[in-house]
Structure formats: C-alpha cells, structure tokens
C-alpha cells in the first residue's frame, strides 16, 4: 500500500476521535493483510485558516504522528494554507535541472531532436497535475508585489531557456519571444488554461470519476450548456479549479461545449484560443 490518505474534516475534539479511531482502524487492517505502516514515514498536516484551529496529537502503533506544513502526494507538493509557492518552486527547479542535462549531454544541432527532448522530458514535469495547482496565488511577498506573477514568470522562464536552448540563440540582443513564435510554443499558462477545460469537458461527460452534481448546477433553456458561477467568499477558493474554470467554460461558444469527442473539444479550445491572441 503506497501513498494512503486519510482525511476528515475538523470542527470538535469529537472528530479528532473519530479520525484517531481510524487510524487504529488501519493498525487491524495491517493486521489482517499482513502488511505494515511506518510511522517514521506518516505525517499530520492540518488544512485551515482559522486562528484557533482544532488540534490533536494522532497517533499509529503508539508513536505520536509528527505535523508538518507541508506534505507530497501523489507529486503534488499540499502547503497548509492551499498555497502552491513550494510546489512551483519543486517543478521549475527540477525542470531546470532536467534541461541543464540535456544541455550538457546531448550536444547535437538538429533543432527537431532537441525540441523533442523538451517536450518529452522537461515540459511535462512543468505541466504534471496543473489542474490542481494552477490556481492563482494572491499572497503578497515583502516587497508587495503579486506573488501570482513571481509565480507564472518562474514556469515561463524555463520555456523560455530551452527555446534558447533548441534555436541556439543565445546572444542577449536576440529575441526570445521571436523565438517561441517561431517554434510555435504557446506560453505554459495558455497550455494551463487548456488542462483546466479539458478535465471540465471530461468530468461533464462522465470520463473521469468526479461526480459533476456534488459541485456544478448546469444551466438551463439555451444555457444548458453553460454552468452556474460559483459563489465564494475566500481567495483560495474563488481562484481554486471550479469558481475559475467555470468562468473561462461559459465564455466557450455553445458548438465547443457540446463537442462530441475529447479531441474535436481541445482542437476546438485551440482554434478558440487562437483567435482570441490574434
């Protein structure tokens, strides 16, 4: 058993009891599949904004669970305050990382190889989950500036060393922005905004196992293809996946919503896009 959550939410030491209990659960459950948990290896994090948070020593096998800020699953780097700076940080560093191997090791002029080498092996790692962690970051740095900026301009610069990089053009008078033209490569944010409609389009079409009705109420008469916008009073959730994707759903003409297939929806997102940076 690799990667196992629990989770619950927290409003009386009575939950706390009932999220102990089934962590004892999961000590017999060990028990019965002959398996084990190591407690060295688990860890509580505690998801709120409140200023007195319900609190709780949890434990597994007698060995009080340590609390951490922040913790990966599944690849995803989950900060206590929803906020994706660390996250971010990980990918771009390990994007930079995967592109300064190529860089060193695979010395070949063939612009088509090396443009292949970063879509296969360094753009993914700066796109890997983004429908999660795409949400706007509006916390302010010391200096007061949108750390949603900071943020955006970190990813993007990794795109824009390999377009460096696969154009072998590295003179500073040359033009960056001329060069992903001429690659053809739209920025990782519009890519973003993409993933973010796809996996709207698949969870509306029953392709993925997230139940639209525990969160979306679709329109009605000539707006059912549209849906209703959400309400929310906090920053991490009006900018979270569905508050923000709904909002860029129901700008779609009615044809690309009810696209009949996955393909003809995204080739659809892109002709849409395209012509609104034109």
């Given at each position: 058993a690799d990667d196992t959550l629990l989770y619950l939410a927290l409003h009386s030491p009575s939950d706390c009891n009932k999220l102990q209990e089934d962590l004892h659960n999961l000590e017999r459950w060990e028990s019965d599949w002959?398996?084990?948990?190591?407690?060295?290896?688990?860890?509580?994090?505690?998801?709120?904004?409140?200023?007195?948070?319900?609190?709780?020593?949890?434990?597994?096998?007698?060995?009080?669970?340590?609390?951490?800020?922040?913790?990966?699953?599944?690849?995803?780097?989950?900060?206590?305050?929803?906020?994706?700076?660390?996250?971010?940080?990980?990918?771009?560093?390990?994007?930079?990382?995967?592109?300064?191997?190529?860089?060193?090791?695979?010395?070949?002029?063939?612009?088509?190889?090396?443009?292949?080498?970063?879509?296969?092996?360094?753009?993914?790692?700066?796109?890997?989950?983004?429908?999660?962690?795409?949400?706007?970051?509006?916390?302010?740095?010391?200096?007061?500036?949108?750390?949603?900026?900071?943020?955006?301009?970190?990813?993007?610069?990794?795109?824009?060393?390999?377009?460096?990089?696969?154009?072998?053009?590295?003179?500073?008078?040359?033009?960056?922005?001329?060069?992903?033209?001429?690659?053809?490569?739209?920025?990782?944010?519009?890519?973003r905004v993409d993933a973010r409609l796809s996996m709207l389009y698949k969870i509306r079409n029953n392709l993925v196992a997230i139940n639209e009705d525990n969160y979306l109420t679709r329109g009605t008469g000539r707006r059912q293809h549209q849906y209703r916008q959400l309400r929310a009073d906090k920053d991490y959730t009006r900018f979270s996946f569905f508050p923000r994707t709904v909002v860029q759903w129901n700008q779609l003409p009615t044809d690309t919503c009810l696209a009949e297939s996955l393909d003809s929806f995204k080739a659809q997102v892109l002709k849409v896009q395209h012509s609104r940076l034109i």
């Amino acid at each position: 058993a690799d990667d196992t959550l629990l989770y619950l939410a927290l409003h009386s030491p009575s939950d706390c009891n009932k999220l102990q209990e089934d962590l004892h659960n999961l000590e017999r459950w060990e028990s019965d599949w002959q398996m084990s948990f190591h407690p060295d290896k688990c860890e509580v994090i505690h998801i709120t904004t409140r200023k007195a948070p319900v609190m709780h020593n949890y434990s597994l096998h007698g060995q009080i669970l340590s609390s951490v800020p922040c913790i990966k699953y599944l690849g995803v780097n989950i900060s206590h305050d929803l906020k994706w700076n660390k996250h971010i940080n990980s990918v771009s560093s390990k994007a930079n990382q995967t592109l300064g191997f190529l860089k060193r090791n695979l010395r070949i002029n063939s612009k088509t190889v090396k443009e292949r080498a970063y879509k296969s092996l360094v753009r993914p790692k700066l796109e890997y989950c983004s429908t999660v962690w795409d949400p706007k970051s509006i916390s302010k740095d010391n200096e007061g500036d949108l750390t949603l900026h900071r943020l955006v301009h970190q990813l993007e610069m990794v795109q824009r060393r390999a377009a460096r990089w696969v154009s072998n053009r590295y003179h500073n008078t040359s033009s960056v922005t001329d060069m992903l033209h001429s690659l053809e490569w739209r920025s990782l944010e519009q890519r973003r905004v993409d993933a973010r409609l796809s996996m709207l389009y698949k969870i509306r079409n029953n392709l993925v196992a997230i139940n639209e009705d525990n969160y979306l109420t679709r329109g009605t008469g000539r707006r059912q293809h549209q849906y209703r916008q959400l309400r929310a009073d906090k920053d991490y959730t009006r900018f979270s996946f569905f508050p923000r994707t709904v909002v860029q759903w129901n700008q779609l003409p009615t044809d690309t919503c009810l696209a009949e297939s996955l393909d003809s929806f995204k080739a659809q997102v892109l002709k849409v896009q395209h012509s609104r940076l034109i």
